[in-house]
């Protein structure tokens, strides 16, 4: 089976398959012009006759389990990244599935971590034929170099869930590490050694999947109360001494930047936010977890408690400071797919309106409709942005695959969407004439926020005219360039070779860009 086939020029000018891995798929037609056709895939039919009428579904390992879901070559198995780099699960799949001699598996993460580097031997003795996922560090280099048999194919967490839906992904076995669980399989993970706080990236493939396995390493007696996964879809229990590291699971030390840039970045985002009249009693925001979007977020804190004002709503992942906002009476409620710190992990617990929700309630484009389009501000990061705001998140200027794209595309259709971003990195322009990858398009980034000033996309006048007489350095997209360029020149691009080795799928499950593999 090739990598891919057919090549075309989508609309944004990026050339793409339109076979890959096999499959036929659709180029990018641009923004909201793709409409799916058909219904939503469903899995077999189950039936009680098959299960233990006193509902114990434990079995001594999980290769057993794997075995007794008919683990064969070719198949599709999916995970969740709640456990981060503390997972402990994952990589044991594949050394299970390499021992009984199985070839050619997908492997269908929500999102992967350096933790998962033991995995590169497996993609080289083809045990794993290829990712369908995001691929950070060691993973994303091995990609870039051309060592993946298959096409890698990268989806946001929306998009993730629109390939389960739409049927593009027909997840054979679903496996869910669950920090509690009852030997039905209901599971949560808000308790435990290893409670993670949430397993909402799990959602889809328990609906959706063939099989499904939840491993833990705390049974507790039926009924696991509150549950976030229910026990009704799951297949088999697995109960081992340890599912995750803790403190590489979360991240105690979530902590706002400490760079006099990075800090100046978020004082004039919120500024900007303030100024713009975006930030108002009853608004709807997402910061993100990074050091300079948590800083923004205290800003928000502090002048939402300065007027009297209540944000309606803050989107997760989740972190200590959101918390803090939610119990200090600044935030109604905090919906949250993710939690990112251990505050997090017991605000999930303890209070009733941080909601743990699943990334399909807020983030599938081939819904009824989905949160991201009613959060009014959203603070998201960026690797490149060009001339024309178009975003990557993915690859660097040195054309590695480092990154995952996470929410950032769902995130792009809030009413407005800011990137506060250096100007350069390590003497590197991060504003450049084109994006290597093209992840986000240009007509939904908003507003640039840079330590050497702030641009606004031109297709938002809205916002220009309200800024018009603002203190902050009201600045053009190629002006900043010029700044940037004048001060660290015009680096070398990275050469690439004709062959692709992943792509980049839009929400709608269209393709947007290619990545080739780097030459050196």
């Known amino acids: 089976m090739k990598k891919y086939d057919k090549l075309v020029v989508n609309a944004i000018g990026r050339t793409v398959p339109t076979v890959i891995n096999g499959e036929p798929a659709t180029p990018f037609m641009g923004l909201r ?3 799916p056709s058909g219904r939503k895939y469903a899995p077999q039919i189950p039936t009680c006759i098959d299960y233990p009428d006193d509902g114990n579904k434990v079995v001594d390992s999980l290769a057993e389990a794997l075995q007794r879901c008919g683990l064969k070559n070719g198949m599709t198995i999916s995970t969740h990244h709640h456990l981060r780099d503390g997972d402990l699960v994952s990589n044991v799949i594949f050394d299970i599935a390499h021992e009984m001699g199985i070839k050619d598996l997908v492997w269908f993460p929500s999102a992967s971590f350096p933790c998962n580097e033991p995995l590169i031997k497996y993609l080289e003795d083809g045990t794993i034929n290829r990712i369908e996922g995001s691929m950070n560090g060691p993973l994303g280099r091995f990609t870039s170099g051309g060592g993946m048999k298959g096409c890698a194919v990268l989806r946001s967490h929306g998009g993730r869930v629109q390939a389960i839906q739409d049927g593009e992904v027909k997840i054979d076995i679903a496996v ?13 993970g808000t308790m435990g050694s290893s409670a993670c706080g949430i397993l909402g990236y799990s959602w889809a493939d328990m609906l959706y999947a063939d099989k499904v396995i939840v491993v833990t390493d705390n049974l507790v007696p039926f009924p696991c109360m509150p549950f976030q996964i229910q026990g009704n879809y799951v297949d088999f229990v697995v109960v081992v001494d340890k599912i995750g590291i803790p403190e590489k699971i979360v991240s105690g030390t979530t902590q706002v930047t400490k760079s006099p840039d990075r800090l100046l970045l978020a004082e004039w985002t919120a500024r900007f936010c303030a100024e713009a009249g975006l930030l108002k009693d009853g608004v709807g ?4 977890a990074g050091g300079t979007s948590l800083s923004v977020g205290l800003h928000f804190h502090e002048q939402l408690k300065a007027n009297h004002w209540k944000a309606r709503f803050g989107f997760g992942g989740s972190t200590q400071y959101m ?3 939610l119990e200090d009476g600044v935030l109604d409620y905090l919906l949250d797919a993710q939690a990112f710190d251990l ?35 959203v603070i998201l990061g960026a690797t490149e942005v060009d001339v024309n705001f178009n975003a990557n998140v993915v690859t660097h200027s040195d054309g590695a695959l480092l990154h995952g794209i996470g929410g950032f595309q769902n995130c792009l259709f809030s009413k407005c969407t800011i990137l506060p971003i250096p100007l350069f990195r390590d003497r590197i322009p991060v504003i450049i004439d084109n994006v290597t990858t093209v992840c986000g398009p240009g007509e939904l980034v908003d507003v640039i926020v840079t330590e050497r000033g702030i641009a606004i996309n031109p297709l938002r006048t809205d916002l220009i005219e309200k800024m018009k007489f603002s203190s902050l350095p009201i600045k053009t997209i190629s002006e900043l360039k010029a700044e940037a360029d004048a001060i660290c020149g015009i680096p070398q691009k990275a050469e690439f070779d004709d062959e692709i080795v992943a792509v980049i799928k839009w929400v709608d499950g269209t393709v947007i860009d290619a990545v080739k593999k780097l030459k050196n």
């Not at 925001?285 to 993100?288: E, P, S």
């Not at 699943?358 to 389009?373: E, I």
């Open 33 to 35: 012009k793709y409409r």
């Open 176 to 188: 869910i590490a669950a920090p509690t669980a009852d030997p039905f399989g209901n599971a949560t």
């Open 323 to 325: 918390v803090k906002m």
């Open 285 to 288: 925001i997402q910061t993100g």
């Open 343 to 377: 505050e997090a992990v017991r605000s999930v617990r303890e209070n009733i309106n941080h909601i743990d929700l699943s990334v399909f309630q807020a983030y599938n484009y081939h819904s009824k409709g989905n949160y991201t389009s009613m959060t009014d501000i």
